[in-house]
């Protein structure tokens, strides 16, 4: 027969599968316990809404090899995050409770239990289901009906795995794990058989556990006293704009560039004016058509949103000093989902360049002889 083949790889669609479940549930705290080298927790770091993000495993030597794929990089402190994002790794096993891991919305592990002795497998049902009590659980693990399609040369497909189960093995397991902790639960798998095999199953199975319950805070409290005993191996904080500072420094950037913008735009349509002086021959001056040239060739406006953005004050030179008005800034859409409102904006740029005396506007010097002769 030939070898069976799959394609994503079958670690890569036990991670899809995950990361599937994050799409559709959103959790916001998650943990995948038997992490091994975070290939996981990677993929789920680019998940919008998860905020915490926490990795268990027994060997810190494996946690660390490739533990710097979770830090932040310098593209995360140039254009922070909107969400906050902790990531923790800690070393520690999951036959132990640790408060750590109290309140998650979702907990993976992906094809760990069958490296549990018995012994262990029952602690971790205990820790995993009565103590930690997460709102969801994902446990994948080899479907042992799907193995006489793989070569024989040992008994388990790895040297350390304690057993396989048979696919009614998996489920009676978890049948009576939801009944005891109050759990439904949905089974599934990925790495399809060939057709001509498909009564054997997928290679590996897995179950969706969903709590039916909340937890009342007193037990939660209760739960809290316990003694933590983890190590943390990593934690590390992504830069986030609910952080002041980087919120501060976005703000900053976006509102600067766009005041600049703006005053060359104002600069060059001067120019532009003086230079085509000779074509005007009428003598007349339309100052409403001016404003929206100016607009259009600043802003690209349409001639219908026109009147609307006219009502803002645009930029305008007076003196040797150019003034940018906030409220024309607070029309670029990214300053104003950034900022909220205007009074926001103006806490921010305020110390960092010359506001008017009034606070509406910010002032740049310039010699318009010199940028007229240019
Ligand atoms: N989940 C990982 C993935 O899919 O990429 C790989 C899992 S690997 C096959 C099993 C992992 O479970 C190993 O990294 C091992 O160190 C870890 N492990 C075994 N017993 C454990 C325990 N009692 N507590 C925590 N981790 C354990």
């Given at each position: 027969m030939e070898p069976v083949r799959f394609s994503?790889?079958?670690?890569?669609?036990?991670?899809?599968?995950?990361?599937?479940?994050?799409?559709?549930?959103?959790?916001?705290?998650?943990?995948?316990?038997?992490?091994?080298?975070?290939?996981?927790?990677?993929?789920?770091k680019f998940w919008n809404c998860i905020e915490f993000l926490i990795g268990v495993d027994i060997d810190e030597e494996t946690l660390r090899r490739k533990m710097h794929t979770l830090t932040p990089l310098p593209t995360h402190y140039l254009e922070p995050m909107e969400r906050p994002l902790n990531v923790i790794l800690y070393k520690g096993s999951v036959c132990e409770k640790d408060p750590a891991l109290l309140g998650f919305d979702l907990i993976s592990c992906v094809?760990?239990?069958?490296?549990?002795?018995?012994?262990?497998?029952?602690?971790?049902?205990?820790?995993?289901?009565?103590?930690?009590?997460?709102k969801a659980?994902?446990?994948?693990?080899?479907n042992a009906d799907?193995?006489?399609?793989?070569?024989?040369?040992?008994?388990?497909?790895?040297?350390?795995?304690?057993?396989?189960?048979?696919?009614?093995?998996?489920?009676?397991?978890?049948?009576?794990?939801?009944?005891?902790?109050?759990?439904?639960?949905?089974?599934?798998?990925?790495?399809?058989?060939p057709p001509e095999y498909e009564?054997?199953?997928?290679?590996?199975?897995?179950?969706?556990?969903?709590?039916?319950?909340?937890?009342?805070?007193?037990?939660?409290?209760?739960?809290?006293q316990y003694k933590s005993i983890?190590?943390?191996?990593?934690?590390?904080?992504?830069?986030?704009?609910?952080?002041?500072?980087?919120?501060?420094?976005?703000?900053?950037?976006?509102?600067?560039?766009?005041?600049?913008?703006?005053?060359n735009s104002l600069l060059c349509y001067h120019k532009n004016k003086e230079e085509n002086k000779q074509d005007i021959t009428t003598g007349v001056t339309d100052h409403s058509k001016e404003t929206y040239t100016y607009s259009k060739w600043c802003f690209g406006l349409e001639t219908e949103t026109q009147s609307k953005e006219n009502e803002v004050a645009q930029p305008f030179i007076q003196g040797n000093t150019i003034h940018i008005p906030l409220e024309a800034l607070f029309t670029i859409s990214k300053?104003?989902?950034?900022?909220?409102?205007?009074?926001?904006?103006?806490?921010?740029?305020?110390?960092?360049?010359?506001?008017?005396?009034?606070g509406k506007t910010i002032m740049y010097p310039v010699y318009l002889d010199d940028v007229l002769e240019v």
């Open positions: 994503p790889p079958l670690s890569q669609q036990r991670y899809e599968f995950v990361i599937s479940f994050v799409n559709n549930y959103k959790p916001k705290k998650v943990a995948d316990l038997g992490c091994s080298e975070c290939s996981l927790l990677h993929r789920l094809e760990l239990i069958e490296h549990l002795e018995v012994d262990d497998l029952d602690k971790l049902e205990d820790v995993l289901f009565g103590f930690m009590a997460p659980a994902v446990i994948t693990t080899p799907f193995n006489i399609l793989l070569p024989k040369t040992q008994k388990f497909r790895h040297p350390d795995h304690k057993f396989e189960w048979s696919r009614e093995e998996f489920h009676s397991w978890a049948l009576k794990v939801v009944k005891r902790y109050n759990y439904t639960v949905e089974f599934s798998g990925v790495g399809k058989p009564d054997v199953g997928f290679c590996s199975q897995i179950a969706v556990f969903i709590k039916n319950y909340t937890e009342s805070e007193e037990l939660i409290n209760i739960k809290k983890y190590k943390t191996v990593l934690h590390v904080v992504y830069p986030s704009l609910q952080e002041e500072k980087y919120l501060r420094n976005a703000v900053l950037n976006v509102a600067l560039l766009h005041a600049n913008r703006m005053k300053v104003k989902k950034l900022c909220g409102t205007l009074d926001v904006l103006k806490n921010f740029i305020a110390g960092e360049v010359t506001l008017s005396a009034d």
